[in-house]
């Protein structure tokens, strides 16, 4: 199945803008928008294209900032070995969590999420490795496959642009994959789906683990492009923070969970001065959002222009 | 002096006391849950705000106005009881014909909004809120000393369960409501006003849970992340009882509080997590819960 011609467009523009975009803006802020961004769509991936709301997604990301912090820093391992390390242990706890949660359905499920993230939450609180309220700090960076030095914010910019935007496809390619499709069907209908043969549950497992596994190499890189893993990564506000960007952008839209990352992150680093107003304005956005425009601002415009977007 | 496993009856009794302590709001926050999705469907994620701003609300009361402690168990859950009519009437009403997630996050969005603007107002340290005369003190019960404030939670607690489960099994309100929830359109049609009915009930739901906030001040801090950290033990509570039943919410609530004091005796580390790990194995062996029906 090829891609339609203007979302390649778009991946094309959004890449070549993000390719000159550290010469304008903090490449900084641009790594955490595209670490949100991967994070987002990789619940998306879940919520908008599984239809299965899991409300405990800063597990997988956390955990994994935590794992890849912890393989940088104290096992010495180059970038891309701990990112890696990171993405693998998200994607063990995703299925160990999910095998559990697609027990339940609906608004269970969200509950039964949340809690297993409120116990990662805790093993993190009080794990050796992990710090405590500390966090794992001045995690090094390394040299990519031993050889290229990431200290520098622009290198390791580019790095982290390779990884999101690989993701990015990755999740892409799988949407619109024979597995994607049956996804749709299960979150249409899913007694239908079931008596067409599919079985169900190795589906919703199989996207679940898939989904906590983009989302932990998000927060494995997170963890390196801020030189610190913390509890805030495993915190549940972090979990309500993806929905959020979700639902804004537009979920079950490509582009819309990208879209979202960037305006909430932007919020988040331009508003940090107003404490818990940001907190505020955050649940302002969920409830109008739900309210007045649940497709989301890609949901929206993709009416606008009569194209999926 | 006997000993039990090592561990002196002290602290055995002291942990068990705080365990149905922290079981009775265990008990009442998932019996408001139960309430709330029984007849709407919504799983009502501003519960913790709720009931934050139940001990916030008696705490101003108090500071405030002179309005003390036994006047702010009435008044109390009918104030925050009538906030969560207006947001029923003005927000959750236009979601029922929408997927459940919806209201799921509506109610997350609100729970943000109230918790932050608490934040602002009074920080995060907590403020304490001294006990009525009349619940302090205590009785030694030569084993263990129970202090009067603690008691009377456990009682109060239980009654208003045993109440509601009463008014909802046994009253014939009970059963309009009941029936209701099975098949509301056909409850209208013999005349009973079911929206007024959902919104009565919403505002009853976030009533119980202030009540739990007024019964919370004189015991814990009154702190606007008071209701964050509950809120997630108590979805737990609910996934592992089943939403099906009344009973089972309260018995599940209680159970499960003394099963946390007594996993704080003989294994501390264990207490925070003791109710997600029992989750877990319920969840392997009964999916739909100890006291749910499958749908």
């Not at chain 1, 700090?137 to 290198?155: E, H, M, N, W, Y």
């Not at chain 1, 549940?236 to 582009?255: I, P, Q």
């Not at chain 1, 990208?258 to 331009?270: K, P």
């Not at chain 2, 509601?164 to 359109?185: D, S, V």
Request: with cysteine.
């Amino acid at each position: 199945m090829g891609m339609p011609r203007h979302h390649m467009m778009i991946f094309i523009a959004l890449f070549a803008a993000m390719l000159v975009a550290p010469f304008v803006l903090y490449p900084v802020f641009l790594m955490k928008v595209m670490c949100f961004a991967l994070f987002a769509a990789a619940f998306n991936l879940l919520l908008g294209f599984g239809g299965l709301l899991s409300f405990g997604h800063a597990a997988y990301f956390g955990m994994a900032s935590y794992v890849s912090a912890h393989a940088a820093k104290v096992w010495g391992l180059t970038p891309e070995l701990a990112i890696l390390s990171g993405t693998l242990v998200a994607m063990v706890l995703g299925a160990a969590i999910g095998s559990l949660a697609i027990r339940r359905q609906g608004i269970y499920f969200a509950m039964v999420t949340l809690a297993f993230a409120q116990m990662v939450y805790f093993f993190a609180l009080q794990a050796p490795f992990t710090g405590g309220e500390d966090g794992i700090q001045a995690v090094p960076r390394g040299d990519l496959f031993g050889i290229l030095s990431t200290r520098p914010d622009r290198t390791f910019y580019y790095v982290v642009l390779a990884i999101t935007f690989g993701g990015v496809l990755a999740i892409y390619r799988i949407i619109h994959s024979p597995f994607g499709q049956v996804l749709k069907a299960i979150r249409e209908n899913e007694p239908r789906s079931i008596s067409l043969g599919y079985h169900v549950n190795r589906y919703k497992l199989a996207v679940f683990v898939i989904s906590a596994t983009f989302a932990g190499m998000a927060g494995a890189t997170k963890a390196l492009v801020f030189q610190l893993a913390s509890l805030t990564d495993v915190y549940w506000t972090m979990s309500g923070e993806v929905v959020l960007m979700t639902l804004l952008g537009g979920m079950g839209t490509v582009f819309g969970p990208l879209l979202g990352a960037g305006i909430i992150v932007a919020m988040q680093n331009y508003f940090a001065s107003f404490g818990a107003w940001v907190l505020i304005m955050q649940g302002i956005i969920f409830v109008l959002a739900v309210l007045l425009f649940r497709e989301g601002i890609i949901g929206v415009l993709a009416r606008w222009i009569k194209k999926p977007l | 002096m006997f000993e039990l496993l090592g561990i002196p009856p002290q602290a055995l009794f002291g942990q068990l006391l705080l365990g149905l302590i922290n079981g009775s709001f265990y008990a009442m926050l998932s019996l408001g849950l139960a309430v709330i999705f029984g007849l709407l469907n919504i799983i009502n994620f501003t519960h913790g705000a709720q009931y934050m701003m139940g001990a916030f609300v008696t705490w101003m009361l108090l500071t405030y106005f002179g309005i003390n402690y036994w006047a702010a168990l009435i008044l109390v859950p009918l104030i925050v009881g009538a906030s969560g009519i207006v947001i029923e009437r003005l927000m959750i009403s236009r979601l029922y014909h929408l997927d459940h997630l919806y209201g799921l996050l509506l109610t997350f969005g609100l729970a943000l909004i109230i918790q932050g603007l608490f934040r602002n107002q009074y920080g995060v340290s907590g403020i304490p809120y001294a006990a009525p005369e009349l619940l302090q003190g205590g009785h030694n019960l030569g084993f263990m000393y129970l202090p009067n404030s603690r008691l009377w939670v456990i009682v109060a607690s239980l009654v208003v369960c045993l109440g509601t489960w009463f008014m909802i099994e046994k009253t014939k309100l009970g059963a309009y409501l009941r029936a209701a929830t099975e098949n509301p359109t056909l409850v209208g049609a013999f005349g009973i006003n079911v929206p007024r009915m959902i919104t009565l009930t919403y505002g009853f739901g976030v009533g119980l849970a202030a009540l739990a906030g007024v019964l919370a001040a004189p015991i814990y801090s009154v702190n606007p992340n008071m209701g964050e950290q509950l809120i997630i033990v108590v979805f737990a509570v609910v996934v592992i009882g089943g939403m099906g039943s009344i009973l089972g919410a309260i018995i599940t609530g209680f159970g499960l509080g003394l099963v946390e004091g007594l996993t704080r005796v003989f294994y501390p580390e264990g207490s925070a997590v003791v109710i997600f790990v029992i989750m877990a194995i319920v969840l392997l062996v009964k999916p739909a819960g100890l006291f749910g029906r499958t749908a």
